[in-house]
């Protein structure tokens, strides 16, 4: 049984430039949610997809955007990149309702 | 919003003594309390959890209490090892519509040999 997959691992963008981060959900898990880690700091919340609709959104700039396809995958968007935008970005999938989120392995993007 | 305040930022304990990491949380309206451990480069990785109509949870050397009125809960670890070695996070939610976890800050545990 697989787990949270995300891909890529490590990527490097330029500052402006455009990233798309790619997750797909624990088997028999319908939500996904994004979370951004900075260095040394705890995971915030961006957003989450169920029935591929946005159902919660964190205080996160509409420069971050996602998709959420029928297979219950998801993608993160993010335009315009800031060199603030450099960090883990962990996607996590559950069962609705509210049952235990698993998070993946997480994907480092650092902005130059 | 929910606001999760986590305490302290780093502990340092002998190995074989308790560790004790304090969280309080401010939306009343929370209802579900998971720990996650995470080490140098990984993913959080759930260590136990709580629901709101339970006081207490334990799940070998590690123990968690929820103190609802108060809005606080505690994670405990007995008999500490150095491979408890790693960053803890508390979180909060409210689950009725999906998980949407507020972190606290994280406390960085050492345990010395």
């Known amino acids: 049984d697989a787990g949270v997959t995300q891909s890529p691992t490590h990527l490097i963008k330029t500052r402006g430039q455009q990233v798309t981060l790619r997750c797909s959900p624990k088997?028999?898990?319908?939500?996904v949610s994004w979370y951004q880690q900075a260095l040394g700091q705890g995971p915030q919340f961006i957003f989450q997809?169920?029935?591929?609709?946005?159902?919660q959104r964190g205080n996160f700039p509409d420069r971050f955007s996602g998709h959420q396809f029928p297979n219950y995958s998801s993608e993160l968007n993010v335009n315009a990149l800031l060199l603030g935008d450099s960090a883990l970005y962990l996607c996590?999938?559950?069962?609705?309702?509210?049952?235990?989120?698993?998070f993946g392995e997480g994907s480092w993007l650092t902005v130059v | 919003g929910e606001n999760v305040e986590q305490h302290p930022s780093t502990l340092s304990v002998q190995e074989g003594d308790s560790a004790v990491i304090k969280c309080t949380y401010s939306?009343?309206?929370?209802?579900?309390f998971p720990w996650y451990k995470q080490e140098l480069g990984k993913r959080p990785q759930l260590i136990i959890d709580?629901?709101?109509?339970?006081g207490e949870k334990k799940d070998q050397r590690i123990a968690v209490t929820l103190n609802k009125t108060a809005k606080h809960f505690s994670l405990h670890i007995t008999e500490t090892q150095p491979e408890d070695s790693a960053v803890y996070f508390c979180?909060?939610?409210?689950?009725?519509?999906?998980?949407?976890?507020?972190f606290g800050g994280g406390t960085r545990v050492l345990v010395k040999p």
């Open positions: 996590a999938s559950e069962r609705m309702p509210g049952n235990t989120i698993y």
């Open positions: 088997s028999g898990h319908d939500t």
């Open positions: 997809y169920y029935e591929e609709e946005e159902r």
């Open positions: 939306d009343s309206a929370s209802n579900y």
């Open positions: 709580i629901r709101s109509n339970v």
């Open positions: 979180a909060a939610s409210e689950q009725a519509a999906g998980n949407k976890l507020t």
